[in-house]
């Protein structure tokens, strides 16, 4: 158990559709990252966050955002879903504002998205 | 594209055995990252490897960072059953972590 926990763990839903995934990080952790894992594309970094502003950007679609808390939990919102979307969706957290050769990453045990 | 390449792919083992696994890039990285993932689960972090050159042990696994800071290596020696999983290797940059494609390794009793 990483301490990182993830809701919820199994998510169907249609095309066209809105969904919220939620994070919250290990206790004392300051960032929160979030990735997406399919395939075809491996694990992709989308976007983190650090004591509640966005401090890096990756592959993240505009169809996407996501926020951080004054609790340090997080939120990411995928609308209009898409086929391609289907995806299992990681969040990880570190005490500091990565990267630093001592501070790790902590992953969660994903959101497996599935759209129809 | 994946910035990291990782091979192989696909490595099946009896159980004894040794293996290596690669990742490679044009890109020079700050520090590289190996973790093993099982199904369902998160990545899990192996080890960070920092220093052009570096060698570091875990155990039966070896990793070693290339000299220029764009490859590195996985070794496993005796593999066993409990080193079954998927093995992603990340390199660090601009605060953002590029993920290879990872290597599926099962180790057969």
């Known amino acids: 158990d990483s301490g990182v926990t993830q809701t919820p763990k199994h998510l169907i839903t249609a095309t066209g559709q809105r969904v919220t995934l939620r994070c919250s990080p290990r206790s004392g952790d300051l960032s929160v990252y979030w990735y997406q894992q399919s395939l075809d594309q491996g694990l992709q970094f989308l976007i983190q966050y650090y004591n509640g502003e966005e401090r890096a950007k990756g592959n993240i679609l505009e169809r996407f955002s996501a926020q951080q808390f004054p609790d340090l939990h997080s939120e990411l919102n995928l609308s209009s879903l898409e086929l391609g979307d289907s995806a299992l969706y990681f969040c990880?957290?570190?005490?500091?504002?990565?990267?630093?050769?001592?501070?790790?990453?902590?992953f969660g045990p994903g959101t497996r998205l599935t759209v129809l | 594209t994946q910035l990291l390449e990782q091979s192989p792919q696909f490595l099946s083992i009896q159980e004894g055995e040794n293996l290596t696994v690669y990742c490679n890039s044009s890109s020079v990285f700050s520090s590289l990252q190996w973790y093993r993932q099982e199904p369902g689960e998160g990545p899990v972090l192996l080890v960070t490897?920092?220093?052009?050159?570096e060698v570091k042990k875990l155990k039966r696994l070896t990793f070693q960072f290339g000299d220029a800071r764009k490859d590195s290596s996985l070794h496993i020696t005796a593999a066993q059953p409990g080193d079954t999983g998927l093995y992603l290797c990340a390199g660090a940059n601009d605060y953002k972590l590029s993920f290879g494609a990872g290597t599926t390794v099962t180790v057969r009793a």
């Open positions: 490897v920092v220093t052009g050159g």
């Open positions: 990880a957290s570190s005490l500091r504002h990565w990267p630093s050769s001592t501070d790790t990453q902590y």
